[in-house]
Every structure is written in C-alpha cells, then in structure tokens.
C-alpha cells in the first residue's frame, strides 16, 4: 500500500469537514451585532462607545427617521416622541421594567414602560401628573397636552391651575422660563403673534405671572410653593452623568411650543432578545454597560 497516497487521500476528504469546523467556530466567536435606528447622528457616541468599551459586542448605528416600521430589524430605537408613540402604540417595544432605571421618566402602555426619555432635544415641557389631574382635571399626556400645547392655551391652563389651587400651587418655577421655552420665532406665528408684538406678549406674560403668583418666586407663608410644571430647554440632556432630569414619577411633552420634538427617547425593539443564547446575553451585559456607565 501507498501510505503517501492513502493519508493524502484522506486529508482531501477531511478537509472540507475541518473548513466546516474552523467556518462554524469562527462565526460562534465572531461578536454579535446590534443595531441602533435613529435620525440623530449626535447620540452615536453615547450608544457606540459603550459597545467599545465592553468589546464583545459590534454597534451599528443607522439612519431611521420613523418613516417605516414592519422591516426593521431587533434593534434600539433612539427617536423623537412622534416616532416613538407610532413604533410603542404598533407593538413593536419590548416592556423596560427589568432594565429602567427609577429616576427615568418613561412612556407607558397599558400601564408598561415602554420608552425612556434621555434628551430634551428642540425642548420639552415636564409636569407633575397627579397636580395636573387635580387642577387641570387631566393627567394623561395627550390630554395635557392638548391644554398646554400654544402660547396662549399655556396661559388659559395656568389661570386654571391657580385658581383652582387656590394660589397654592405655582406653574413654574420662574416666569424667567417662557422666554426661552418660546425661542422660535415660528411657534409665536403659529400662535397668532407677530414677530413685532413678541416682545410685547413676553413682557407682558411675565407681568401677569409675578402678579398673580404663578409661579414658584411667590411664597406662600414664607415657603415656596409645589410647582406643577417646568421646561427643559433645548439639548438639556440626562444621558451622561450629572445631567439634568425631571422627576421620575413626572411626565414629559413638547408643551406649548409647536417647534419641539418632545424630546428624544429610548425603546427596544420586540424581538430583541429573541436570538441565541449567546448573542441574548451579550446584548444584556452591553445594556447594562449603557444603562449604567453611559448615564443613561
């Protein structure tokens, strides 16, 4: 017998075997992958660079504007309020409970976080939902903001939340905040000012606020007032460490001003977790990483 030939004849017939093997182990070892949707290139830092820290782990971070939502892909979703109303009211977000941090504000469904708030973006007004259902006789987002949501229905709510507290509660905490809260100049034309009487109509608001004590400047009894609502402006953001927040238990909404997005928040698609047990994992340690060391 040829021994040359019979071992080289079974090395031609193992090595497809052994290129299945090396090509099975390698994509076992290769780092599982995770995409981010979103339409702001600003937050790439904050998703990616957790993910090359941790190393274990390949982020990508895609363009998504909120124009689609039956093909994505399990991914995180890092959206405007709009977007992600359409994607959490079509059932595509997972319930954040086991990974919300308590001092996030979040979105609920049925009664379920299902999106985190972690940037003010254009701007966003924040208010104390059991004040609200108590003097404005509504609580839910949607229907405060439909009290709150120009100029000049901002005005109308604050009459009604100090007149039906009593003078006890104040709007804001300064009537300093409505000039930037009203910064573009478009949403004074939507609510019917022109950009000569602008001036004016803020003079004015402030007069009637520190008269009438609507907001938390006034003292009652030597001691300041709860506050019912309040703006982060612009950019204002929590997504790092020693950021500004609202109170976990408040809610948050565009407000008065047609120009904000209402804010930018974080959802997990579906069926994020829905792949190998490996992958699963890797994906809850790199959130966690997220969660925690990004300051989210």
């Not at 079974?10 to 339409?39: D, G, H």
């Not at 977000?93 to 976080?113: C, F, H, M, V």
């Not at 208010?127 to 259902?133: F, I, N, R, T």
């Not at 709150?148 to 007149?163: C, K, Q, R, T, Y």
């Amino acid at each position: 017998m040829n021994h040359k030939n019979h071992y080289g004849e079974i090395t031609k017939r193992l090595y497809p075997v052994c290129a299945a093997l090396v090509l099975l182990l390698c994509s076992s070892c290769a780092r599982p992958e995770l995409t981010v949707w979103s339409a702001y290139p600003e937050f790439k830092e904050l998703f990616t660079g957790p993910g090359e820290t941790y190393k274990k782990i390949t982020i990508n971070y895609t363009s998504y504007a909120g124009e689609e939502t039956a093909s994505l892909k399990p991914g995180l979703f890092v959206v405007d309020r709009t977007a992600m109303i359409t994607l959490v009211e079509a059932g595509l977000t997972l319930d954040l409970t086991p990974i919300r941090r308590e001092e996030i504000p979040a979105y609920y469904k049925d009664g379920l976080p299902s999106a985190l708030f972690i940037n003010a973006g254009t701007g966003v007004l924040c208010y104390d939902p059991e004040l609200a259902g108590r003097y404005l006789h509504v609580s839910d987002p949607a229907q405060v903001q439909e009290l709150m949501g120009d100029p000049n229905a901002f005005i109308v709510a604050s009459f009604l939340i100090s007149e039906r507290s009593f003078g006890s509660c104040a709007v804001l905490p300064s009537a300093d905040e409505l000039l930037p809260a009203f910064q573009h100049t478009n949403s004074l034309h939507r609510a019917g000012l022109t950009a000569a009487g602008a001036e004016k109509w803020f003079t004015d608001i402030t007069v009637i606020f520190r008269d009438r004590r609507w907001d938390g400047l006034s003292f009652e009894n030597g001691s300041p007032r709860r506050t019912v609502t309040f703006f982060l402006p612009p950019g204002s953001s929590f997504a790092v460490p020693g950021g500004t927040a609202p109170p976990a238990d408040w809610q948050v909404i565009p407000g008065p001003d047609p120009e904000s997005n209402g804010g930018i928040w974080l959802a997990l698609h579906r069926d994020l977790f829905s792949g190998s047990k490996r992958t699963v994992q890797k994906i809850k340690e790199y959130m966690a990483i997220l969660l925690q060391k990004g300051g989210i």
